[in-house]
């Protein structure tokens, strides 16, 4: 009996009561550390009840073995990460295992505080040993919330900005993509598509051709599969009053002729892109551009090299019927900072410039969104931008497809983004020649092929110029720092 009292006297983890203060005080450190990083360990050896600590350490282990064999899955196939990322089902098993270990943590370093028994430590140590295990607590409860309402701001962001439809396979080997910009507003009934743009990618590098079509464009034709073909069968042609951002409403009217649950005008105005470009377009995507605002705030803004003056309209003289002199203007310059309201003035003034110019800085404020929506981005100010997608962005893509779209815009954001303008002088809005303009589409694909190709092969030489490549330069009007 005696021998056994001495070695388990001589224990100083289970019984520090006869170790040396300094003994005493290293024990405590040492406790606290391996709760740290193998919550429910300590409460194994210092005889925590058998289920509390069959719990923290199952919780644990579990955890950790999660979050290696996700490691390793995603080192191995980057892909995976997404399909995780997107699939509400998963997020939601996602923030039950985040809430878990983390008030598993919580729980087992403040278990090992009060079993450390803080009054067994020197003067000197009680204070540190508190603030320091007080801290980690703290700091763990904290992310553990913040991981929280990410992962659930996720899952409302893929559940409410995704459709649930049916998979497509991409045609020819590319998704082609409409992007339409909203412009209700105050005073304007119903919605108009203030810019017009169609994104061809390539299905497997997500090197993309982006084609911007001017507002403006008439007589644009309908397939004959289109409810809009019988009433216009010569195409979209009634003078000024029918251009192609007029459609929506149009096709709005006839909405009873148009299944499913994407509103009919997007119907008709993608048929009418599809009539200019000639091709197939699998989805769209729908931008409010009043909150498309509050989308660029939430990302913390842009930045762009700019080298015209842009004004910011003020309202409508009545008597005149144009705009009252600007007060503000946006000055050209390197490295701009832009927030919402000035990214967005700049992406649609229309006063003292060209169709064509308003296209080029449109692209331009697109691109740096893309280009500047960095990991560090998202990480600090997820919930912010995923509470402002819903408003700004619809969608017809299903979310069993987002994670798709998302690797290929990973993968578009390192490459060289190649766009082709339907404009004068190439094409006339108000006489456009539909044969040169899906021309002009299909030369632009296959000098994105062309580079694509050369990309693979490691090496790079100019393609053919075409005949879209002869107005002025992008960079003359605005561009991307680098």
């Avoid at 842009?310 to 007060?327: D, E, F, L, Q, W």
């Avoid at 390197?334 to 169709?355: C, H, P, V």
């Amino acid at each position: 009996m005696s021998q056994r009292r001495q070695l388990q006297y001589a224990d100083p983890i289970r019984n520090p009561k006869r170790s040396p203060q300094y003994v005493r005080d290293r024990r405590g450190w040492w406790l606290l550390l391996c709760s740290a990083l193998m919550p429910g360990s300590v409460q194994s050896v210092l005889g925590a009840p058998r289920k509390f600590t069959r719990t923290a350490l199952g919780i644990t282990l579990g955890t950790w073995v999660l979050a290696l064999a996700t490691v390793i899955i995603a080192l191995i196939k980057r892909s995976f990460l997404l399909t995780v990322g997107t699939d509400p089902f998963l997020l939601i098993v996602v923030l039950l295992v985040v809430l878990a270990a983390g008030i598993n943590w919580v729980v087992c370093l403040l278990d090992t505080m009060r079993r450390v028994k803080v009054v067994s430590l020197s003067k000197k140590t009680r204070p540190k040993f508190l603030a320091v295990g007080l801290a980690a607590a703290l700091i763990v409860g904290l992310g553990t919330a913040w991981g929280g309402v990410t992962v659930n701001a996720q899952r409302s962001l893929m559940s409410q900005l995704f459709a649930s439809g049916k998979l497509k396979k991409p045609v020819e080997g590319r998704y082609n993509v409409a992007l339409l910009g909203s412009d209700a507003g105050k005073g304007r009934e119903g919605i108009r598509p203030d810019s017009l743009t169609v994104v061809s990618m390539d299905a497997k590098t997500g090197k993309s051709v982006v084609i911007g079509v001017p507002r403006n464009t008439q007589n644009v034709p309908f397939s004959k599969s289109s409810p809009m073909h019988k009433h216009f069968p010569q195409g979209y042609n009634c003078g000024n009053e029918c251009l192609i951002n007029a459609v929506y409403q149009e096709a709005e009217k006839h909405a009873d002729e148009y299944e499913g649950d994407v509103p009919a005008g997007v119907q008709g105005t993608v048929e009418a892109l599809e009539g200019v470009t000639g091709l197939d377009i699998q989805f769209y995507a729908m931008i409010d551009l009043k909150g498309f605002e509050q989308l660029i705030d939430a990302m913390g803004g842009i930045r762009l090299n700019s080298e015209v003056r842009v004004p910011i309209s003020r309202p409508i003289n009545p008597a005149t019927g144009k705009h009252y002199p600007p007060k503000e203007w946006i000055e050209p310059g390197q490295n701009i900072k832009m927030d919402g309201r000035t990214a967005l003035w700049y992406g649609r003034s229309r006063e003292f410039s060209s169709d064509y110019e308003r296209m080029v800085r449109q692209r331009c404020v697109q691109e740096a969104m893309l280009r500047q929506m960095d990991p560090a981005t998202l990480m600090t100010r997820f919930t912010k931008l995923a509470a402002a997608a819903p408003d700004v962005i619809s969608t017809d893509v299903p979310q069993r497809q987002a994670d798709d779209f998302i690797n290929l815009g990973m993968k578009a954001k390192s490459q060289k983004i190649l766009s082709v303008e339907l404009t004068p002088p190439q094409v006339t809005p108000s006489h456009p020649d539909f044969t040169v303009t899906k021309k002009l589409v299909q030369e632009g694909i296959e000098k994105s092929k062309q580079e694509d190709k050369q990309a693979s092969a490691g090496l790079f030489a100019p393609a053919p110029a075409h005949a879209a490549e002869k107005k002025p330069k992008a960079s003359s009007i605005c561009s991307v720092p680098k």
